[in-house]
C-alpha cells in the first residue's frame, strides 16, 4: 500500500507502474478496504448514474428553489442554445449547461453526489458527461475519471481544504474543477504527467475566488460558479493535452491555495457578511427571503 | 478518508452540512428514541437558525427523524408526510450558549409519553456528532455501529461489558464513558468495527446495573451503497 501525499508522488507512482492515475487509486480503495475491485466499480457506477440523473432533471423538471432565489436556468439555456442564440461552441454549451442543470437540482433540494461537496457539485458531471457523449465513451472509462477526480480530491483535501467555509470557493469551485480537468485528461489519453498539470492549471485560474453566498444559501453566486468552474477545467486540460505546463508545480500550487485560504478574511468564507452576500441587493433578497424588515 | 469521501456521499441538496447532515442528526435521534415518535420540537442555532428554510434543514431533520436516509427524495415533503402521519411538529430558533453554529435540539416524546432530548451539531461536510442526550453530555458520531449502554456508575462495569463483547469477537474502534454525577446513571458509548448480534446485547442488558441497551446504526452510507 503506497502512501499518497502529493500530486507529484502519485504521478510518479502511475509513469512508473505504466498505468493510469485512477488504476492506481482504485487498487488503493480496495486493499485498504479490503474490498474486491468490482464491488468499488459498482459503487462508482452508482454515483455516475445519480449524475446522470440530475444532469436530466436539471432540466426536465421545475428546479425552482425554496428560497426563490434560483431554478430555470439550466433550460432557459438549453432553449437558447436549440434556437442559436449562444456563441454556438458545442462542447461549451453542453459543458455551461450540464452545470446549471446539477446545481440547480441541488439547489432546489434534488439528489446529486457532492464532488467534492454538495456546493460544488455540478462541474465534474458537467466535465465527464460531455466528454462521455461528444467522444462516445463507454461507461467504464468516465467510471475511471471519477477515480481519477476522487484521487485528485484526496490529495487536496489532506494538504489543503475541500470546504467553502474554511477555503474559500477556491477550496469548493476551485477543487472541483482541478478534478474535472484532471478526469478530463486521463479520459482523452493524456498521460499521469499530464493530469496533474491540468490539475496545477485549473486550481491556479481560481486562486482567491471567495464564498460569499446571498444569504448563506448555496444558490447565489454557487450556481454560475459551477459555470466558470467547468468551463476552467476543459480549458486546463486542453492545455495540459498541448503540454503546457504549470509553471509553479501543482503541489505547491495547493499550498499556495491552503495559504490563501488561511489568511482569507472570515466575511468571505461562507458567512454571507462580505462579497455578493454584502451588496445591497444581496442584503435586500436576504431580509426579503427570511422576512426581515 | 476515502475515495467515496470525496466522489460522494449521494444527498439530496443543497448542502451537506444543513441538508445531508441535519438528516443524520434527525435520523440518530430516532434511533435513540425508538421508532414511535409522537412529537418533536426543534430548536436551531447559529447558522441552523438563520438559514434553515433555504437549506431545507427543517425538512432534513424531519425527514431523519421519520427514517429516512439522506439520499431520499422524500426529504423535500417531509413535513407534509410527517403531517400525514399525525405528527405534531413545531420548529424554534434558540441561541444556545457555546454552541457550535449549526446546532439543532430535539426535544421529542413518543407514543407512550416518554420524552428524550437530543443535541447535534452538524460538523462539516455531512459529518455530525451528537452532543448532549437528556442532561448527559455526550459525543457520539454515527459512524460507526454504536452500542449505548445506560448503567449504574459502580466499579468494574466497562470490564463486564468488553468482557461480554471480547466473548463475542467484536471488536472496539472508539469507546467513552459519560456520567452526570459520582455514582449516578452513566452512559458506555461503544463504536464498533461490526454489529452486535442480539444475543450478545441480551446479556449485556442482564447484567447487573445496567438499565437499557441500546444499538444504532450508523447513519453514514458510502456513496453509491
Redesign the interface.
Known sequence: MVHIDSLQALADIAEEKQKNISDI?LME?AE??EENIDK?L??????LK?MQEAAKNGIALDTK???G?SGGDARKYQQAVLAGKTLGTGMLDSVIMRALAVAE???????????????S?GI?PAVCLTLMEEKKMPEKKVVMG??T???I??VI??KAS??G??GGCQAECGSASA?AAAAAVEMCGGSPYMVIQACGIALKNLLGLVCDPV?????VPCIKRNTIGAVNALAAANMALAGIESVIPPDEVIMAMKSIGDIMPGVLKET?EGGLAATSTGKRLEKE??GIK | MNVFDIIGPIMVGPSSSHTAGAARIGKMARRLLGDDLQEAQIQFHGSFAHTYKGHGTDRAIVGGLLGFEPDDLRIKTSLEIAAGLGLRIVFEKVQLREAHPNTVVIKMRDKSGKALSVTGSSIGGGNIVIKQIDDLKVEIYGEYHTLAVVHQDTPGMVAKVTGLLAKNNINIARMNLFRSRRGGEALMVIELDQNVPSRATKSIANLECVISVRQLEPTKRLGGE
Open positions: 487509486i480503495e485498504g478496504k468499488v459498482r459503487q462508482m457506477s452508482a454515483n445519480v428553489s425554496e428560497s432565489l437540482i441541488n439547489a432546489s433540494m434534488g439528489r446529486i453526489v457532492a464532488a467534492p461537496t454538495a456546493g457539485c465534474i471519477l477515480f477526480a476522487a484521487g480530491g484526496m483535501a489532506k475541500i470546504s467555509a474554511e478534478m444569504a448563506g444559501l448555496v444558490e454571507a427571503i427570511y
